[in-house]
């Protein structure tokens, strides 16, 4: 009798432990969901839109210089778009050159993509066309489309100087002062040897004073650029490394034909050889949909201000 009271109360007394150690672990577990959910909602409405953002972002650079300019030149970059939209025809990516008013807009390479077709980019160049001067040099994104003449054609029926490996002069806001602008190329391209490409394009002005500018789409391939005193060089593909953390990755994560923890994604970079300082600015591009989600890597449309030195 004395066992089995013993036994009663041992159960009842394990079944209690049970209830208690069955209320404990789903107290636990909703603690854990509640965190989950609270985690999930912070991400989602607070952090997640800064880090995944891909807002237009304007960033602005000015460039000073000793040689003669009788105006301040204002130069809108557009690089890596690949037939991206910003809303209907374009309105916000049009809205934003058009309030900066610039001299001139650089398209630099894989402004047309390999798969998408070419609306986007059409759209845009329905609404600039006719109130910019427009200098274009192809990406690797052109070729690989195997679209490559059509879409030179396509530039030409608005306008746009297609440079390949030559040099324009564009006169500034009176008929004697000017600046040489070249442009080179994708080495994509099997037919395109950007070294001689380069070199050819500067042998036509290496005996002129005024400001020199090179579009070249690959940043990779700098320190051939180099080879020719240029003052301003302007390059996209990098795509601004895709993953970048501030203050740790400035330069992103990866960039095609860079590999991992690349050098040059975005930003002005200033190379000295000898006495001559040639300014390097590379765009982090325009596409929204890049190899990997941008982090930390909003899409950026660069102005460039020339400006004259104080002596």
């Known amino acids: 009798m004395m066992v089995k009271i013993m036994r009663e109360k041992n159960n009842k007394k394990n079944k209690k432990s049970y209830e208690n150690n069955i209320f404990s672990l789903i107290i636990i577990y909703m603690g854990k969901i ?175 004073s005024k400001f020199k500018i090179l579009l070249a789409h690959r940043p990779e391939k700098i320190e051939e650029y180099l080879e020719r005193d240029y003052d301003l060089i302007v390059s996209g593909h990098g795509n601004g490394g895709y993953w970048r953390i501030p203050y740790i990755f400035n330069n992103g994560l990866f960039a095609h034909d860079q590999g991992f923890f690349p050098k040059y994604t975005s930003g002005l970079h200033q190379h000295k050889r000898k006495e001559h300082i040639t300014n390097h600015m590379l765009s982090r591009g325009l596409s929204k949909k890049t190899l990997a989600p941008r982090i930390f890597n909003r899409p950026e449309l660069v102005i460039i201000n020339i400006v004259q030195e104080r002596k």
């Open 34 to 208: 509640v965190f989950f959910v609270a985690f999930l909602f912070l991400f989602g409405f607070l952090i997640a839109p800064h880090v995944f953002n891909t807002d237009l972002e304007i960033s602005i650079y000015n460039i000073q210089t000793t040689k003669e300019i009788s105006t301040n030149i204002k130069i809108a970059v557009i690089t890596d778009l690949h037939n991206g939209y910003y809303g209907w025809e374009q309105k916000e990516l049009v809205d934003a050159i058009d309030k900066e008013n610039p001299d001139l807009i650089f398209l630099v390479g894989n402004i047309v993509d390999e798969k998408i077709p070419m609306t986007g980019t059409i759209d845009l160049m329905e609404n600039i066309y006719r109130k910019y001067n427009i200098y274009y040099v192809t990406g690797n994104s052109e070729y690989n489309s195997k679209r490559i003449n059509e879409i030179k054609d396509t530039f030409l029926s608005y306008g746009v100087k297609i440079l390949e490996g030559t040099t324009d002069k564009f006169l500034l806001n009176d008929t004697t002062n000017h600046v040489y602008i070249s442009g080179i190329d994708d080495p994509a391209s099997l037919h395109t040897n950007s070294l001689l490409q380069v070199k050819r394009a500067y042998d036509q002005i290496e005996n002129h």
